[in-house]
């Protein structure tokens, strides 16, 4: 328990460092697959918290761990609105925008020359630490500028600061006798979250990636072609 308690914090630390860092990237693209890159911590986070879950269901665990899964999945989503600039609807001031839009194009090229000079290290030393500071230099100028559109703008500070909602936030708005399922396939594991208006369930399924992916392109298949499939697999589930 004590190792599963300190692995925690440690895993929390490191998602921390990486969504931090990935909020420094200009591009859409280098987000995402910034965050793809990193989606392996975010399943270790979910099966570390399920385990100390099992151990003492009375703690939250199973709550933090759906909350690391919305955190995850609605990465892709934030870098989709955020890749389309700042929503009119914030009433963000026009010139700032503008200059906001400049400075990501701008980073764009930035790291996009970084990328090409990194192939050859030895021969563009020179030119990849002028870039490097380059680049610094202009993530502090969007950072004064972000903090600025804050200032002026009630709403895009509440839209630049929106994050995932907790398992209680979403059952408040589930309507009497519906329930919301939230699953999370990981390498090892497969993780169901029953979210009601009245309550909240965890359960834990034991099928790895592989064995789910099998069985949707199975599923698939039979849609397609209208055939009936026949489970080939057993997969046992423990509520939580």
Do not use: C
Not at 39 to 53: C, E, Q, V
Not at 145 to 169: C, D, K, M, N, Q
Not at 208 to 235: D, K, M, N
Request: charged letters at 25%.
């Amino acid at each position: 328990m004590t190792d599963l308690a300190k692995a925690r914090e440690e895993i929390e630390s490191a998602l921390g460092f990486f969504e931090a860092s990935r909020s420094t990237l200009a591009s859409r693209d280098l987000r995402t697959s910034f965050f793809s890159s990193k989606h392996a911590y975010y399943d270790l986070a979910i099966s570390i918290l399920m385990r100390l879950h099992a151990a003492d269901p009375s703690h939250g665990y199973a709550e933090e761990a759906f909350g690391i899964a919305e955190r995850a999945n609605s990465r892709a989503l934030l870098d989709e609105m955020a890749g389309r600039g700042v929503p009119r609807f914030v009433g963000a001031p026009a010139d700032p925008r503008k200059e906001q839009q400049a400075n990501k194009s701008r980073l764009d090229a930035m790291f996009a020359q970084l990328r090409s000079l990194s192939e050859d290290p030895g021969k563009n030393a020179e030119k990849l630490t002028k870039v490097r500071t380059d680049i610094e230099v202009q993530l502090r100028a969007s950072d004064i500028l972000h903090a600025r559109i804050r200032a002026a703008s009630g709403a895009y500070a509440s839209f630049t600061g929106a994050h995932a909602a907790s398992a209680a936030e979403i059952g408040e708005g589930i309507g009497m006798g519906s329930v919301l399922l939230k699953f999370w396939v990981g390498e090892d594991a497969t993780y169901l979250w029953l979210v009601t208006r009245d309550g909240f369930s965890p359960f834990t399924i034991h099928a790895t990636h592989e064995q789910i992916q099998a069985l949707v392109e199975r599923w698939l298949v039979s849609l397609q072609g209208g055939v009936a499939i026949r489970p080939r697999a057993r997969f046992h589930d423990h509520r939580g």
